[in-house]
């Protein structure tokens, strides 16, 4: 399944819909199956890479992704993160903004990798020796916009983009840059694509307009700087703009449940369509027997690849992911 996966994700035509899923998916079973606890393995390469395996470990799902959490390009720019306790099954959040004002992310000389990208990218080779001939490893980073409200106060971003709406998109811009670096981090330390993770500057969230203006010429920069493939994957209700989403130049766009998959395909022609079963509602607190439903009702309605809506829960029982996969 991994050469048929890597054949479509290249643009090639393959004779079955995979399921698989370029966001995180590790579950609480996997990381016990391994003797890891959630908190420890952001810190550890090693036990990093053994969590983002044990689903297909235990499942057979083709597929991982690192990192484990969405806030780490925020880290590499001088952010605390927030590391829960074990019992709260969370993973790592912002602790504290950096900026007030994109303003201060353009007056900044060079925008600088730290914080885990290192660790992270280790974790990607160590992936790749244990589980890469035989599942995809996705690299997963934040979209430009999803990164601006991990580091900037929204408030101020939010009147910034009406009343200085150049200083904005520049900062954008620059974000991209500085993401494409590391997603190219990623590709060297053996990950098979990019997935961008654009869940705060979706359509479906800021509208279709502002996304025209701001996010989708960052979006375009990032692909373009890129080698391929990359999947996008945005959240929201975002049928209005499958259009906008399909000039961001990424080779698959991976829409949410709230997504109407017939129209998202009436839409789309070259560009790939992965979704859109419900991470929470079917694949956690659903019955095994909803779940192949679901699947089937995505791939009825044209998918590429069933993929979940979004980061999956990390409470989902195996047993559903077993009958995702069919």
């Known amino acids: 399944m991994r050469d048929e996966i890597l054949r479509l994700l290249n643009g090639e035509k393959i004779s079955s819909v995979p399921a698989f899923s370029g966001l995180i998916h590790v579950t609480a079973e996997g990381l016990a199956s391994e003797e890891l606890t959630l908190r420890e393995v952001h810190h550890d390469a090693g036990k990093m890479a053994r969590a983002a395996a044990s689903t297909f470990k235990l499942t057979g799902m083709p597929s991982a992704a690192l990192p484990l959490d969405l806030c780490s390009p925020a880290e590499a720019l001088g952010s605390e993160l927030i590391f829960y306790d074990n019992d709260e099954m ?27 990208i ?59 840059s500085f993401l494409a670096e590391i997603g190219k981090a990623y ?8 997935t961008i993770h ?89 019955s095994e027997g909803s779940v192949p439903e679901a699947v089937q009702r995505s791939k009825e309605a044209g998918v590429n690849a069933v993929w979940p809506g979004c980061d999956m829960v990390i409470q989902t029982p195996v047993q559903n992911i077993h009958a995702m996969l069919g």
């Not at 996705?138 to 939010?158: A, D, E, F, R």
């Not at 996010?215 to 209005?240: E, I, R, W």
Request: glycine share 8%; charged share 20%.
């Open 187 to 194: 590709l060297d330390a053996g990950a098979d694509f990019i």
């Open 118 to 176: 290192g660790l992270i990218c280790d974790a990607i080779s160590l992936l790749k020796k244990d589980i890469g001939n035989r599942a995809v490893i996705s690299g997963m980073i934040p979209g430009p916009y999803t990164l601006m409200i991990y580091i900037c106060k929204v408030q101020n971003l939010v009147r910034e983009m009406k009343n200085e709406p150049q200083m904005v998109l520049d900062a954008l811009l620059r974000l991209s």
């Open 90 to 116: 969370q993973f790592p959040q912002v602790k504290k903004l950096l900026f007030q004002s994109t303003r201060e992310i353009l007056e900044i000389e060079e925008l600088e990798i730290g914080g885990r």
């Open 198 to 286: 654009e869940m705060g500057g979706s359509p479906g969230f800021i509208g279709p307009k502002p996304f025209e203006s701001f996010v989708l010429p960052a979006l375009q920069k990032l692909t373009s700087s890129l080698p391929h493939p990359t999947v996008l994957s945005v959240c929201g209700k975002t049928d209005s703009a499958m259009s906008l989403l399909a000039q961001a130049g990424a080779d698959a766009i991976s829409v949410d449940q709230l997504n109407d998959l017939n129209a998202s395909r009436a839409v789309l022609k070259e560009t790939l369509l992965f979704g859109n079963v419900d991470p929470v509602a079917v694949l956690w607190q659903g």
